[in-house]
C-alpha cells in the first residue's frame, strides 16, 4: 500500500481522545496501513508471527474436511483481496472448543463481548490507536459533511455471499430510515434530526452525505457495528418494503409484529438466536439459545482476518455457552476448571481471593485488567421522575448532598469491597484526562450532622411517629432503590447498608432487588416506573466523551433520568424538556456532535464535566478496583492490562480470534 499522505494524523498513542482525521486546507484520510499500526496490518509480512508458527495448515482441518468434500470452495477463494493480518502474542494452532458461560436470555452481552467488535476501523486491544477493520479507509471532507468509505475488496459474509457497499447502503437507508424500527434516525447517524445519505460508488466504496457538519460519526465507526451488521441479501426478507408476505414470517414465528421479528432475528437477538443469519464475526451461531444446554458458535469459514503467517483466523474452532442461572455457579464452574474464560458477573471483589486459592487445583490464572469505570456503585436518583413531587425533591441539590452525607463510604469500602478502592462520586478517573480531584471527592465526608443540615436545606424537616422524614407536603417518603439481581453481588449487601445509613438521618430506603431485564424494562424512557437506581461507573477512562451516562443524560443508562436522554438522542422532539442545567449540557453535546475539529470538541465536553461538578446529579461510593479474568491455563494469547469497557466489547477489541487452545503451560 501507498505511503500515508503528508496530511494524515497519526493515530494517538494515548488513551486521550484525538481525532483520527485531520483537518485542514484539504481533505484528511485514515488508511492505517502497516507503517502507521502494528497491531492490524493488511500485509502478512507484518510484524508479530514467527514464519510457520505452531501449525503448518493455513486453515482450520475441520474447513479442510469440507473443502476436501466439497462443501466449501479453497482457502484463497473465501479469503479477501487483502485479509486484515493480525498481530498475535504466539502464532496458534487450530481446533478445540472455548468453554464459557451465560446468565440466558438477558444476558447476550456474554457471547457479544467475544465475537461482537467488527467495527468498520477498529481500536487496537489497549485503546490507544485506531487502525483498518472492515474498512480499510476513511477520507472526511474539508468541513465534515462527507465521509467516503473504503471497504475491503472480495470480503465475504459467513455464508459465502459478497459483502460490498450495498449492504452499507441497506443499512443507512432501508434499516436506519425505517421509521417504525427508528422514529428518529440514530443521532451518530444524522445532524440536526436528519438522516444522512448512502451512496454506493463502486462495490467497495460508499458515500456517506451529512447535511450539516459532524464529529460524531468519526467516533461511531471504530465502535458501532450497527453500520455493518445487516447483511441486505438476507436481512431484506424481514422488511416490509421487500416482502410482501412478511406477516405470515411473523405470524409462524408467534409473534405480534414485523418489528418484533425484525429484533428477535436480525438485530437485538439475531446473532445468537438465528443460526440462519449471516455474519462477519469470527463465529457464527449453530446452536441458537433455548434449543440446548448451551449457546454454540463454530467458525465462520470466510472470516476475513488472517495471522501474520497467512494462517486464516480464528485459532479455535467452537464457542460453547453454557447457560446457568447464578453467578455462584459459575465461580463453581470456574474453581473446578470447567471454563476457559470467566470475564463476566462472577469476577467479584470477593471472589477472587477464592480463585486464588483454586489457581493450582484448577489450573488456571487469574488476568489482571483496566477499570474503565470511575465508580463500583452508582446511586441515582430518577431525577425526571413522573411523580412531580418526587421529581422536584430529587432535584434539590442539598437533598442528594444531605444524602451523599450520610453514607459512611470507608466501611462500605472495608466490608463491601475488601478495601479496594477509596471515596469517589460520578467523576472521571484519576487517570483520566478530564481528572478533577474536587470533582472526584466532593460530600465525600461521612458526617451525619452535615448531612441532616442539607436534608433541612431541602425543606424535608417534618417527621412522622417513626422518626421519618416526610414529603415536603406531608406525605410519607420512601426511596425504593431498583437493585439488579444476579449481576454485581456487593451491590444489595451495600444497599442494605446505605439504608441503615440513611435511617440515622431520617431518609426510610427500600432495597427492591429485581432481575436485570425488568431493570431495564422499568427505567426505559417510554415505562420511567424506576425510582432509584444502581449501575456501575462507566466511563471513567478512555471514553469519557463517548460514553458520559454519568456526567449528562446521554441515553437510556443514564439512569438518573433516561427520559431526559430520549430529549438528548431526539434532537428535542421526544422526553420532557429537561432542567435548564441538564438542558444547558444537553445542547452542548449537541454542539459537540456536529463539532469536527478536536480541540473545540474537548472543550466543548470540558463545558459538560463543569456543570456535572456543579450540580451534582447523582451520588458515587467509591472507586472501582481493576476487573480481571480467571484464565484457563490451556487458553493462549490472553493480554494483561487490557482496559475492561462495554464501549469496545471488552475482550472483543483484545482480538480473541487470535487466541488459541493448547495442553502446553
Known amino acids: ?37 502494528s497491531f492490524l496490518s493488511t500485509d502478512p509480512n507484518a510484524e508479530g508471527g514467527s514464519g510457520g508458527g505452531g501449525d503448518d495448515a493455513m486453515e482450520s482441518p475441520m474447513l479442510t474436511e469440507k473443502v476436501d468434500a466439497g462443501e466449501l470452495p479453497p482457502l484463497e477463494e473465501r479469503l479477501p483481496t487483502e485479509p486484515l493480518v493480525v498481530a498475535a502474542a504466539e502464532p496458534g494452532t487450530f481446533g478445540g472448543t472455548w468453554r464459557a458461560l451465560t446468565l440466558g436470555p438477558g444476558d447476550s452481552a456474554s457471547p457479544d463481548r467475544i465475537l461482537g467488535y467488527e467495527p468498520g476501523l477498529r481500536k487496537d486491544p489497549m485503546l490507544t490507536e485506531v487502525g483498518p477493520g472492515v474498512f480499510t479507509g476513511m477520507e472526511m471532507n474539508e468541513d465534515g459533511t462527507e465521509y467516503t468509505l473504503t471497504l475491503r475488496e472480495g470480503m465475504k459474509w459467513s455464508d459465502g455471499e459478497p459483502f460490498t457497499a450495498d449492504d452499507i447502503v441497506f443499512a443507512i437507508e432501508d434499516v436506519f430510515g425505517n421509521e417504525e424500527l427508528f422514529a428518529t434516525p440514530p443521532n451518530w447517524i ?45 436481512a431484506q426478507d424481514f422488511l416490509p418494503t421487500y416482502n410482501d408476505d412478511l406477516d405470515a414470517k411473523v405470524e409462524e414465528a408467534g409473534l405480534e409484529a414485523w418489528t418484533d421479528l425484525w429484533n428477535d432475528q436480525i438485530a437485538d437477538q439475531g446473532f445468537w438466536k438465528n443460526a440462519d443469519l449471516p455474519t462477519i464475526d469470527a463465529w457464527t451461531v449453530t446452536t441458537p439459545l433455548g434449543e440446548g444446554d448451551s449457546v454454540v458458535f463454530e467458525r465462520n469459514p470466510y472470516y476475513w482476518k488472517t495471522d501474520a503467517d497467512g494462517r486464516q483466523l480464528p485459532y479455535i474452532d467452537t464457542l460453547s455457552f453454557e447457560v446457568v ?33 483454586s489457581v493450582e487445583a ?49 466501611e462500605l469500602i472495608t466490608a463491601v469491597w475488601q478495601r479496594q478502592g477509596e471515596p469517589w462520586q460520578w467523576a472521571p478517573h484519576a487517570e483520566s484526562e478530564y481528572y478533577d480531584e474536587e470533582f472526584a471527592k466532593q460530600y465525600t465526608e461521612f458526617d451525619v450532622d452535615l448531612a441532616n443540615e442539607h436534608l433541612d436545606k431541602a425543606g424535608i424537616t417534618e417527621k412522622d411517629g417513626d422518626g421519618f422524614r416526610t414529603m415536603p407536603g406531608g406525605g410519607t417518603l420512601t426511596i425504593t432503590l431498583d437493585v439488579p439481581s444476579a449481576l454485581f453481588p456487593e451491590w444489595p449487601t451495600a444497599a442494605s447498608m446505605i439504608s441503615d445509613m440513611w435511617q440515622e438521618v431520617g431518609i426510610r430506603m427500600s432495597v427492591n432487588t429485581v432481575d436485570r431485564t425488568l431493570f431495564y424494562d422499568r427505567k426505559l424512557p417510554a415505562a420511567n416506573e424506576i425510582d432509584a437506581g444502581v449501575w456501575q461507573g462507566d466511563g471513567g477512562l478512555a471514553v469519557e466523551s463517548i460514553d458520559p451516562r454519568w456526567y449528562m443524560p446521554f441515553s437510556d443508562e443514564s439512569v438518573w433520568a433516561t427520559p431526559w436522554g430520549q430529549y438528548f438522542n431526539s434532537g428535542g422532539s421526544e422526553g420532557p424538556e429537561p432542567i435548564p442545567a441538564a438542558k444547558e449540557q444537553i445542547e452542548l453535546m449537541w454542539q459537540f456532535d456536529d463539532e469536527p475539529d478536536p480541540d473545540t470538541r474537548d472543550e466543548l465536553f470540558r463545558q459538560v464535566l463543569a456543570i456535572a461538578k456543579e450540580e451534582f446529579w447523582g451520588i458515587g461510593i467509591g472507586t472501582a478496583p481493576n476487573p480481571y479474568w480467571v484464565v ?31 495442553e502446553d503451560a
Not at 458515500?207 to 450497527?226: C, H, I, L, Q, Y
Not at 463500583?376 to 422536584?392: F, G, Q, R, V, Y
Request: charged share 25%; with cysteine; hydrophobic share 35%.
Open 632 to 662: 484457563k491455563n490451556r487458553l493462549h494469547n490472553v493480554l494483561e492490562g487490557v482496559p475492561d469497557t462495554w464501549v469496545y466489547r471488552t475482550p472483543g477489541h483484545a482480538n480473541p480470534e487470535t487466541w488459541f487452545l493448547s
Open 190 to 234: 444524522a445532524t440536526d434530526g436528519e438522516k444522512a445519505t448512502a451512496e454506493a460508488v463502486d462495490e467497495t466504496t460508499v458515500k456517506v452525505t451529512f447535511a450539516s457538519p459532524t464529529g460524531r460519526f468519526e467516533d461511531e465507526v471504530n465502535r458501532n457495528m450497527e453500520l455493518i451488521n445487516y447483511p441486505k441479501h438476507y
Open 325 to 357: 442461572t447464578d453467578p455462584e455457579v459459575m465461580t463453581l464452574k470456574v474453581t473446578d476448571g470447567e471454563v476457559d474464560l470467566m470475564y463476566r458477573h462472577a469476577n467479584t471483589s470477593a471472589n477472587k481471593p477464592v480463585y486464588a486459592d
Open 1 to 37: 500500500m501507498s505511503e500515508a499522505p503528508m496530511n494524515q494524523s497519526i493515530p494517538s498513542t494515548s488513551l486521550r481522545r484525538r481525532s483520527v482525521l485531520s483537518l485542514g486546507a484539504t481533505a484528511g484520510l485514515i488508511t492505517a496501513t502497516a507503517s502507521s499500526c
Open 362 to 410: 484448577a489450573g488456571t490464572r487469574i488476568v489482571e485488567t483496566t477499570a474503565t469505570s470511575m465508580n463500583s456503585m452508582c446511586i441515582a436518583l430518577n431525577l425526571a421522575h413522573k411523580d412531580p413531587e418526587k421529581a422536584e425533591l430529587y432535584q434539590n441539590r442539598d437533598f442528594r448532598i444531605g444524602l451523599s452525607h450520610a453514607i459512611d463510604r470507608e
